[in-house]
């Protein structure tokens, strides 16, 4: 069972790594990169040529400890995110899974986002 879990977090930081030679962020669009975890969900608004977080969210916050880590909080999340980057005037992103799979969780912080107006 470990190696299984080995093997699949490998596979993960493969698939990371060959994203990120692809996607960068900018001020003008920068990078929205997602993580999850079993307990927590995490969205963060980078600009890579800075090297600058310019926006985050996550589930151990003060305020948003009541969202869980599921779809319908992934949802949730990536609402409160769009509206935090909208506030910044940041309308187009450039979304980072992370060497998720695009489902579950992470298509939902998707969806997310972009029901809070934002394009990507």
Known sequence: M???MLDK????????I???????????????????????????????????TLASASTLE??????????AGAAQLGEIMGKRLLEKN????????NGYLYHGLVKAM???ARKAGLRF
């Not at 940041?90 to 899974?97: A, C, E, G, L």
């Open 2 to 4: 470990l190696r299984k």
């Open 9 to 16: 977090n490998r596979k993960r930081q493969k698939r990371k």
């Open 18 to 52: 060959h994203i990120r030679k692809y996607i960068s962020g900018t001020a003008q669009k920068p990078r929205l990169s997602v993580t999850r975890s079993n307990r927590a969900l995490y969205m963060q608004v980078i600009d890579d040529e800075k090297g600058r």
């Open 62 to 71: 003060k305020d948003l400890r009541g969202i869980k880590a599921t779809a």
């Open 90 to 97: 940041i309308t187009t992103v450039v979304f980072d899974r």
């Open 110 to 112: 998707a969806d997310g």
